[in-house]
């Protein structure tokens, strides 16, 4: 209030929409003042459940690619409404289909829906949201309350963690189908299918292990296995174990019965990697990306050495290298030869920081969805009377207006197309390694 000037009133609303939208969360601290003991409210900002937002669509897209039209209804309630109970978000979407599917019947709607959100609840893409914390003691807290058990009065939300894992683990299919084949990326989707159950978030490094024959079973109860035999399957694990891309690691077990694990970590590292060789290809040019991977691989190493690994012209390197230095994704480690650190008798190696270099890249990204979302806003301002008018009465428009409405449309869905794009990138370089520096 202090920092707004605005009133209680106008502040408590604000949180309570922050917080129905998952924007925002708190706990309740118990402290000493005097002899009696007071309850202070602390709020906490969920920066990542925010960024979030930005994958919204593609939640809604996959619930309906894969458990129908039922579970985008669905899906729509809770990001429109950011969490509700099972009757509410059950209740609000059988009126939807209604009115914009025509479909017959709003009773019987609520019994197929109710099927799809037992089910995206079984799977883990919406989950109950967890009760606010006190903290009674330094280090020490308990729960508020434990009206989790009311199974009515439970209020649901979408579960972030669980669409991430789903798509991060495309991401290793795609992978897999861009080194090898088609055939290939379809083993991989069998194993996801199989292990995915038992990830519990996305700090996972690998897999649970699993054995061939485990996933020729699940092959042949989908009837996918066409006609790929144990033999050929062993044989596609052997090679995705032995691949450049980190895929499969044997951990134990022989022929049918050898045990993998799935290197999800090593899969999205590579992945990070091809990603910001092809941003700084994009910005610098191929021979900079190069030298870029060589400063990577060797971590420490001198201007010539680098010259000659990558073989281009001294002039050439230096030239790339500072301007990759300037932009911050490389960087100078002066390391002394003699006890007086004379600058001319000190060796200048070239290192370059992994992690900092996606930070970056991941800022860079954000301020040109900010950009992207200005130009929009500012086009549909300036043409707020004539959307107005447009929404009011539509038969009124001249030709020329009618033109400009569609104009302002395309340009919302290529940057809305755009903005996801961007999104595919900031989702990849998310995920942060703590062994990379």
């Given amino acids: 209030m202090e920092q707004t000037k605005l009133d209680k009133q106008t502040v ?14 708190w706990q309740e601290q118990t402290r ?78 609520k019994v197929k829906l109710r099927e799809v959100f037992h089910q995206l609840a ?41 669409f991430n894992i789903r798509f991060r683990n495309e991401l290793c299919i795609e992978a897999v189908r861009e080194k090898f084949d088609a055939v290939a990326s379809d083993c991989l989707r069998i194993i996801v299918s199989v292990v995915e159950p038992a990830m519990k978030g996305l700090s996972d490094e690998t897999s649970r292990p699993f054995r061939v024959s485990e996933i020729f079973d699940v092959l042949k109860e989908k009837r996918s296995s066409g006609d790929m035999s144990i033999g050929d399957l062993m044989h596609y694990c052997d090679q995705m174990s032995k691949s450049t891309l980190p895929i499969l690691e044997k951990v134990g077990g022989m ?79 002066e390391v002394p030869r003699t006890a007086d650190r004379a600058p001319q ?21 954000f301020k040109t969805i900010f950009n992207l979302r200005k130009r929009l806003y500012m086009h549909v301002g300036a043409s707020y009377p004539l959307l107005s008018k447009a929404e009011a009465d539509q038969s009124k428009l001249t030709q020329q207006e009618l033109d400009t409405i569609d104009r302002i449309q395309a340009l919302e869905d290529q940057i809305e197309v755009d903005v996801l794009r961007l999104d595919d990138m900031i989702f990849t370089l998310s995920f942060k390694d703590s062994d990379k520096k």
């Fill in 122 to 162: 079984q799977e883990r893409y919406i989950d109950v949201v967890r009760p606010p914390v006190m903290e009674v003691a330094e280090g020490v807290s308990v729960l508020i309350s434990s009206h989790l058990t009311d199974e009515k009065t439970a209020q649901w939300k979408v579960n972030f963690e669980r």
């Fill in 255 to 333: 022929d049918t019965e050898t045990q993998y694990v799935l290197q999800v970590k090593k899969i999205v590292l590579v992945l990070q990697q091809r990603l910001i060789e092809s941003v700084i290809a994009q910005k610098f040019g191929g021979k900079a990306a190069r030298l870029w991977k060589i400063i990577l691989e060797k971590k420490l190493i001198e201007q010539k050495q680098i010259a000659q690994i990558a073989m281009v012209s001294f002039p050439e390197t230096c030239e790339n290298l500072y301007r990759l230095l300037q932009q911050k994704y490389v960087s100078l480690v």
């Fill in 345 to 365: 008798k000190n060796i200048y190696l070239w290192n370059t920081s992994f992690n900092e270099v996606m930070i970056m890249i991941t800022e860079q990204i």
């Fill in 12 to 25: 408590q609303k604000a949180i309570i929409i922050l917080i129905q939208h998952n924007c925002i969360t």
């Fill in 32 to 109: 000493k003042v005097g002899s009696k003991q007071i309850i202070l409210c602390k709020y906490i900002v969920l920066i990542e459940d925010i960024i979030q937002r930005l994958r919204f669509p593609k939640f809604v897209y996959y619930a309906k690619e894969v458990y129908g039209n039922e579970a985008e209804l669905l899906m729509e309630e809770l990001i429109q409404h950011g969490r509700l109970t099972s009757e509410e978000c059950i209740t609000r979407a059988a009126a939807l289909s209604v009115k914009i599917l025509g479909a017959q019947g709003e009773q019987r709607q």
